[in-house]
């Protein structure tokens, strides 16, 4: 059974519970606000997996959402290992270049990846992010700039935008 190391740090979105694989790549991040830690190690036991409570592996991850958390960090430069389709891993690689600090709507990441109907299909896709924060899933919104759904809550979504300074303080 394959090792998969587990930790949680704080974020602007409370506690997050990371699992990394020996060489650091985070293969899942969960918001602790909706899963317990003893139910995060369940689910990834649940994936076949043995889980392991052990910072060591995830030093890297540690220290850059550390710095992202205090403001220092605006990029993160880990290694990942998210599982998903083609589709999904495609979507989530778009994610990854939407900067810091602004927000992009379903429609205009898919059509950056040439099909402007698929926003739907981002939508989907988007829900399906296992690494959120790392994988920017919260700088996604709606066509008119309302709020959607968020797997870590509303309430995380807006702390994260808060603190990247994509959304002013109070809004919803």
């Not at 927000?103 to 402007?116: K, N």
Request: charged share 20%; glycine share 12%; net charge negative.
């Amino acid at each position: 059974m394959e090792q998969r190391y587990l930790t949680t740090v704080e974020s602007p979105a409370g506690p997050l519970h990371i699992a990394v694989r020996e060489n650091g790549a985070i293969v899942s991040i969960s918001f602790g606000a909706n899963q317990s830690a003893a139910a995060f190690e369940h689910a990834i036991s649940g994936r076949g997996f043995s889980p392991e409570w052990n910072d060591e592996p995830a030093t890297d991850v540690i220290r850059q959402l550390a710095e992202y958390s205090s403001g220092e960090r605006r990029t993160f430069d880990l290694p990942l290992d998210p599982v998903g389709s083609a589709w999904e891993l495609t979507v989530w690689n778009a994610l990854r270049t939407i900067p810091y600090g602004e927000t992009r709507s379903y429609g205009q990441i898919a059509a950056q990846l040439g099909d402007a109907s698929k926003a739907r299909a981002v939508g989907w896709a988007n829900g399906a992010n296992p690494i959120p924060v790392v994988i920017p899933c919260h700088r996604v919104i709606g066509a008119k700039g309302n709020l959607t759904g968020f797997g870590g809550g509303i309430e995380a979504k807006i702390r994260l935008l808060e603190h990247e300074g994509a959304l002013l303080p109070g809004f919803v």
